[in-house]
């Protein structure tokens, strides 16, 4: 199970804290990340993280600016995101798969339509100009 929470709206340039409770996941190496929709436009994997070895990886669009991060004690995965623009705004899913190798943006967002990665109920981000 996936559970998002942080989304608000805000200010160009402003800074929001996504989070996403994870349980039902027993090995201790899988992928995990965000991916986004805005209405009218294709998901985007923003980032992940292998919870393994905590290799990371961006959407070029957000590099420098969002991180994403894991506090293994919590279960829970973090995406810090700053410098926002209003082309940011969207629905923001959490997602997860069980399958650690190929732990990327463009993997989960594939693996979510497959149904092979589950995601949550999704937050909403909303950046204003």
């Known amino acids: 199970q996936l559970v998002e929470s942080g989304g608000d709206s805000v200010q160009a340039g402003g800074s929001l804290r996504l989070s996403c409770a994870v349980s039902?996941?027993?090995?201790?190496?899988?992928?995990v990340g965000w991916f986004r929709q805005a209405p009218g436009k294709e998901r985007e994997g923003v980032a992940t993280?292998?919870?393994?070895?905590?290799?990371?990886d961006y959407a070029d669009s957000v590099k420098g600016r969002f991180t994403i991060s894991q506090d293994g004690a919590e279960n829970t995965v973090y995406l810090q995101m700053n410098g926002l623009k209003p082309e940011d705004t969207a629905m923001y899913y959490c997602?997860?798969?069980?399958?650690?190798?190929?732990?990327?943006?463009?993997?989960?967002?594939?693996?979510?339509?497959?149904?092979?990665?589950?995601r949550g109920q999704g937050t909403q981000v909303t950046v204003s100009s």
């Open positions: 997602a997860a798969s069980v399958n650690a190798r190929y732990c990327s943006g463009p993997y989960l967002v594939r693996a979510q339509e497959a149904g092979t990665a589950y």
């Open positions: 039902g996941y027993t090995d201790s190496d899988y992928c």
């Open positions: 993280i292998t919870t393994g070895t905590g290799n990371t």
